[in-house]
């Protein structure tokens, strides 16, 4: 089930990020463990460390796993989701995650019911992760694959979907407490 289809700089792009928050949240108890996805060491695939950071310094109560300084990428994800998930077992795993799709696409910001196939775009098989998912487009579909290069889009957009994202998840989580 899709909550989110919109693009970030639709104007009420953060108001529904924060209700589809509130109505995935609804009978839970427990504040959900942010799972932030992504290398510090591409650009476009920074915005799930990004947005993780934005998270852990504007709420350092809640519970964010992978940061710029502390990515979950492809070569630690399986055995950090292994201590996550002991460590937060009972909990929701929210997963946030740079994605590609179409051109028309790039800017835009999904959130649905599910996990994520990270590391699906460049053809690594990991696990699922989440039991929500929130993805940025933030490339074209076989871009980087074909061209062996990052997009024109540039960071600014990466950056201001994480913008996003965090007021959204801060909004939400001050009418939560």
């Known amino acids: 089930m899709m909550f989110v289809n919109n693009d970030y700089r639709d104007p009420i792009a953060c108001q529904l990020i924060v209700n589809a928050f509130a109505l995935c949240q609804a009978e839970e108890t427990e504040m959900p463990v942010f799972i932030c996805i992504g290398s510090d060491r591409h650009l476009l695939d920074c915005f799930g460390p990004l947005t993780g ?3 852990q310094e504007s709420i350092p109560s809640l519970n964010v796993y992978g940061t710029l300084d502390r990515p979950l990428n492809a070569r630690n994800l399986i055995k950090e989701m292994l201590i996550i ?10 997963a946030i995650d740079a994605a590609v799709g179409e051109e028309s696409e790039i800017g835009r910001i999904q959130f649905k019911a599910g996990a994520i ?3 699906r775009a460049v053809a690594r098989s990991l696990p699922a992760v ?9 490339e074209k ?3 980087a694959q074909t061209s062996g290069q990052e997009s024109t ?3 600014a957009h990466v950056y201001h979907m994480a913008r996003l994202v965090q007021k959204a998840v801060t909004s939400w989580y001050c009418l939560h407490q």
């Open 141 to 143: 579909r076989g871009h």
């Open 153 to 155: 889009q540039g960071f």
């Open 130 to 138: 989440g039991d929500f998912s929130l993805t940025a487009i933030v």
């Open 85 to 94: 998930k002991k460590r937060h077992a009972g909990q929701k795993f929210i």
């Open 117 to 119: 196939l990270p590391g």
């Open 53 to 55: 950071t934005m998270l």
